[in-house]
């Protein structure tokens, strides 16, 4: 008897070892290359940087099987960096930013045996191409939770009385501000679920967003947000990725102004230990895992993949010494909510337009007008973005939030 | 009777004439020199093997058929924009605005390609981004060179400011022509039509910006050497008055060359977008215009020469990606290098122009 469990267990050992074997053979000549915008020292990029690395430890890519290119403008040299990255050897080629995605859509259509990600883009479904993939995080999620920690600080001071009467409009709604990059669905989304966050605590708020038009400009962003705190801002968030617009605010703290700000995808606390709240953060290791776990085992990657809280793929960070009492219990509350389905973000029950409810919304366009033309997005009274296509569509510009341009 | 000493250590005095191989072999030596001192950087700062890193420059560059290809193609960029600039540099005219006359030309280009992508049969589209690149580049030059004929500014300044007007009108029209809407970049122009993008030749991409660089280089050297008009533009460079002595209409020469560096200038925006990019933006050019002043001094304008000075340029810059991304260096490291070698290179003019007359061991008595 003895004899048999010993022989089962060394076969046993065996078989494992040998499908170790092959499982690390079938992943060893694997190359992917990741084409960045930036480099580590922007926090967009460093998220992504930790994402794939975090991930290739987990599906079992080494260190030397991934080629990284750092500060590749958004323009012809990505195409050309894909194309060298192909002739590198790579089978598995991934960008960071949007902008990226017509440079990845040429290298895919020439390079059919390479599966190109462009990461936050929105035309793999449209090019029709089997070889060119999407992902986006349903970062809506982490920017509402991100503004309800927001909201929590706002009913802090409006009870402590520190909202200065300036920042009060003639409506009587309390200013905020908000730092965007450029114009489109992707920061209208996120500003979005951030005002809606800041509104399900605080019902009195009027949200102004100016463009800074550049994803990564320290210098610009500290500028949008020293404008916004003196239009009376008292809460500033971002869709940019420097740490400008913090330091401005925590300097703006230290002279005396009540402002405090909502980061994205880095901690801001480093930079503005009083005014930083939170961040809002991607946790981009959901998606690579997924895909380098596909590109190992030799699966077809999803055309589109989105995820947010219910699989891990969204955060924020730690909360400030700033932040209201309560704020932590607020939050996990509003994130069970989310996971459970009870809470939906986009509920057109939350918001206007011209004062009217939104009833109808075609969130793709097929013909390139830049106004949906198919896919209703509104299914049941509720907005479901990043449902039709991983990239988010709420282009929508709701009541309550003013675009400076 | 004590001696004092007057001749210097060391006297520098104008050679008069060097033999085109004495010449070639000074610069020869400052190549090995350059990637000497360079070997002892590398080692010093990061602890490399300088003929790895020497390796991974040439893998970069030439190491196989595609990147030999992508060299070649920013190679005759470059080359086009100094063929451009050459004339006007002869004619000692400093035409700091390539920049500018490049990004216009990709303007009009891409213009053309987005407007009548549709509408126009094929050659005659090629034809209008042609014509309509040439004439863009010219009107940006031919300002700055009716203005310093006419009214004597400083040609330098103006078409300095003149790169400033093309790159905020760059802005303007990539924010116009946005796609998709409020993303801030013009993406690939006719992704799907492929509208307006010159064609492979003979199985190979950018086969054509080759060809129709190769043709202008040819072109310019007969141009600038053996034609009536050359030979104006080098009176005109060497001096303005004996220019009007011998009856040449100075102004009509600057306006003239201006037109023609300009046009050339504008047709490499026109290999840029339709023939590499096509796409248009702000680095379209991409400081070319400036590296291409390089290209047409160190070359003297012989635009055969240009040739071997841009492959260089281009061969360096594909070398520092490469090592770069080999070694996980950030790109200051390699740009070092690029620049000690270009340092060097640009050092050995000096000794094939100039000479260092030593004194002699022995003394000075001959004062």
Redesign the interface.
Known sequence: MKRIITLLLALAMILSLVACGTAAKGSDDLKVGVILVG?ENVGYDSAHIAGIKTAAAAVGIADDQI?????I?????C??TA??LV?QGCTYIISDS??H???M??AASENPDVTFISMTG?AAALSGLANFKNAFNYTYESRYVSGVVAGMKLAEMVANGEVPATSIDADGNIKIGYVGA????E?VSGYTGFYLGVKSIVPNVAMTVTYT?SWYDPTAEAEAANSLISQGCVITSQHADSTGAPSACEAALEAGTPIYCVGYNIDMLSVAPKAALTSAQNNWSVYYTYALGCAVKGEEIKTDWAAGYAEGAVQISALGESCAAGTAEKVDEVIAAIKDGSLKIFDTANYTVGGAPVTTYLAIDTDGD?VGDTGEAIVNGVFEESVLRSAPYFGIRIDGITELQ | MSHIQTEPFVRITKRQDIKTAKAWLIRLISVVLALAVCGVVIYAMVKLNPIKVYAAMWKGAVG?P??ML?TARDTVMLLCIGIGLAPAFKMRFWNIGAEGQILVGGIATAACMIYFGKTLPSWMLFAAMFVASMLAGALWSVVPAFFKARFKTNETLFTLMMNYVAIQLTSFFVAKWE???????V??IN?MTQAGWLPSLFGTQYMVNIILVLLLTVGMYVYLKYSKHGYEIAVVGESERTAKYVGINVQKVVVRTMSLSGAICGLAGFIAVAG????I?T??AGGRGFTAIIVAWLAKFNTFVMILVSVLLVFLEKGAIQIA?QF?L??YASQMITGIILFFILGSEFFINYRLIFRHRKGGEAA
Not at chain 1, 73 to 77: A, C, F, K, L, P
């Open positions: 480099d080629i990284w290119k750092y500060n403008e958004e323009d012809e040299s195409y050309d194309t060298d002739e949007y902008g995605q017509s440079y859509q040429q929105d450029y114009p489109y669905a920061v038009n830049w | 196989t595609k990147r992508v796609n998709p809407f409020g993303s801030n970049t993406g690939i992704q590499s990019s096509h796409t933006s680095s379209t991304s996980d950030n790109d």
